[in-house]
């Protein structure tokens, strides 16, 4: 996939409430994902990606994501559980975006430049959080993992054929 005309990654909204801190110990949920728009802009395919993280303390209301995989009888989950509005107190929010222009080029190729670009986006992310002080909290490692990385590759291709912008 080319990807061109890209725009920064450009951090939308972080909260982190320490007071919550203590209490996150004992009772706290997450949330977090890519999510892809595909959308035709002055005549150019573009994605508009955003990641967001959501960690609560307290009660709250949760829904699975899940999504079909290639193969039969198989299931994806992108993200943990979904956090319901008004669930629990914040800890700690983080909402980022970005944007680019892409051309198809094929499958295999597309999900490689895909992978690449989630990944610099995951470094980006990392070091966004290591940077204020959000170590101490301790970001899940299944947020990251690689294979997460290739099942959001997966669905962006799922998008831009969904927008019918995918022609392989």
């Known amino acids: 996939m080319k990807i061109f005309n890209l725009e920064p990654i450009t951090v939308k909204e972080y909260i982190f409430n320490k007071s919550f801190l203590a209490q996150s110990h ?21 994605m508009i990606i955003t990641f967001e993280i959501l960690h609560t303390v307290g009660d709250g209301d949760y829904e699975e994501e899940i999504f079909f995989a290639d193969g039969p009888n ?14 629990g107190d914040i800890l700690m929010s983080y909402k980022s975006s970005c944007q680019f222009n892409l051309e198809n080029e094929g499958y295999d190729v597309d ?12 470094v980006h992310t990392q ?11 301790g970001l899940p490692e299944e947020a990251f993992f690689p294979h997460n990385i290739l099942s959001n590759a997966k669905c962006a ?9 995918y022609e392989f």
């Open 26 to 46: 004992s009772s706290h949920s997450s949330s977090y994902g890519f999510d892809f728009d595909c959308k035709v802009i002055d005549s150019q395919k573009t």
């Open 74 to 87: 198989e299931l994806l989950v992108v993200g943990s559980s979904t956090v319901a509005e008004g669930a």
């Open 111 to 122: 999900i490689l430049s895909l992978i690449d670009f989630l990944t610099a986006y995951h």
């Open 127 to 137: 070091k966004f959080l290591d940077q204020y002080g959000f170590k101490s909290f």
């Open 157 to 165: 291709i799922e998008n831009l054929l969904g927008s019918h912008m």
